[in-house]
């Protein structure tokens, strides 16, 4: 146990798990980023999703004003998590027809 926790070496973590860490995300399809105003991961997102962009990907960003991690828990007491949640549903559908016609 006490050398694992003393391990040296880098955790060696996939680019599948965490797409930041990808060489290139070129030929990534279309995405809707959603970050909260009030959540730790809120940098990892933008970052993401300027990464995206970066690399010619579409990409729709929702700031997630006011909201916090995981509020498309809070859909049934929380309004505005329901309008997010609207949001992408209206994004994805789009999205898809788009994928369809073409």
Same mark, same amino acid.
């Given at each position: 146990?006490?050398?694992?926790? !003393? #391990? #040296?070496?880098?955790?060696?973590?996939?680019?599948?798990?965490?797409?930041?860490?990808?060489?290139?995300?070129?030929?990534?399809?279309?995405?809707?980023?959603?970050?909260?105003?009030?959540?730790?991961?809120?940098?990892?997102?933008?970052?993401?999703? #300027? #990464?995206?962009?970066?690399?010619?990907?579409?990409?729709?960003?929702?700031?997630?004003?006011?909201?916090?991690?995981?509020?498309?828990? !809070?859909?049934?007491?929380? !309004?505005?998590?329901?309008?997010?949640?609207?949001?992408?549903?209206?994004?994805?559908?789009?999205?898809?027809?788009? !994928?369809?016609?073409?």
């Amino acid at each position: 146990m006490r050398r694992s926790i !003393a #391990r #040296r070496d880098p955790i060696e973590i996939s680019p599948l798990a965490a797409p930041l860490l990808a060489d290139t995300l070129e030929g990534m399809p279309p995405a809707f980023v959603a970050v909260a105003e009030n959540d730790i991961l809120r940098d990892s997102g933008l970052a993401y999703a #300027r #990464r995206l962009e970066q690399s010619g990907v579409p990409v729709t960003l929702d700031q997630g004003e006011g909201l916090i991690h995981g509020y498309l828990l !809070a859909t049934t007491w929380c !309004a505005a998590a329901r309008d997010k949640q609207a949001l992408m549903i209206d994004w994805l559908k789009s999205t898809n027809k788009q !994928a369809q016609s073409s």
